[in-house]
């Protein structure tokens, strides 16, 4: 490496790093939308990681100076991040959700979901906090929106469901490292099949809904999450119809249904123009969130069977 002069020169803290891979991503034109919106917070995110740094207390990291071996770490890991497209989150091994660090990788899609915010108000004013002792999330994935609830709501039963297998292990292996396992159920099978007996308070659901023709123009990374946990059809909506059809039987009188649709928003409404959706706006971005009571599904009943084409349910 050379004199001590030399070395000096060549030693860099992790702001400075931070800011020199920030550029590095913006050049690059990579997509962020996975866990961060911009190259500042991506850049720390891999940076942070390979430092074994706290996000919690960022100011007191900045100043540290990176030994040669993590820099060259970081480099490899932005050199991945460019050149594969691969998302950061699966490069690190873990995402922020609701203020949670969970374990991902290509097995689940990266948390990102708004429904966060929604968790943090404890469902309210939708659902009074108090009722809250039974969470349903279907189409957990990483698990984050159901474990994100049962920290919200300690003292409630929380049931996660995928119809994945390899979801399902990266969810229990995020219910275990919340301490969770007492609380938390995570079981595997088509939408509400494992889960046939149970009521809920709430049924929170971030399915599926990325059309066919969409998915084809979405940047290259999310071509490295799993295809089952975003495509849904031609109009993004073959799984929305379908738990809307069912979610009554499973909610408790005066439950409500959570539910993410993202860009399907308008496909939905036009396949569903008389049901009163309540459309959730977001303090910190995002849309495409409805919710709905027990009785307006029950009042919509017959039009969710016809155009899913299943027949009534038994309630």
Sequence with gaps: M??????????ITVEELVREAALELEESGVFFGHGTDNPVDEAAMLVFHVMELDHAHADLGYSLEVP?????????????????????????GEAWFCGLD?????????PRSPIAELIQDEFSPWIDPERIHQVLDLCTGSGCIGIAAAVAFPEARVDLADLSPEAAEVARINVARHGLVSQVSVYEGDLFNPVRGHRYDVIVSNPPYVAEEEFRSLPDEYTKEPGMGLLAGEDGLDLVRTILVEAADFLEPGGILVMEVGSAE?????????????????????????????????AHSGQFEQASGEPGHVR
């Design 2 to 11: 050379g004199n001590d002069s030399e070395s000096s020169q060549t030693q």
């Design 266 to 298: 308008y496909a939905l409404e036009q396949a569903f123009p008389d049901v009163p959706f309540t459309w959730l706006e977001f303090e910190h971005g995002g849309s495409g969130v409805f919710t709905l009571s027990r009785e307006e599904l029950l």
């Design 102 to 110: 969970f374990y991902v990788d290509e097995r689940v899609l990266v």
């Design 68 to 92: 040669d071996d993590k820099r060259r770490r970081v480099e490899e890991l932005l050199a991945r991040r460019i050149s594969e497209r691969i998302p950061a989150a699966y490069l690190t």
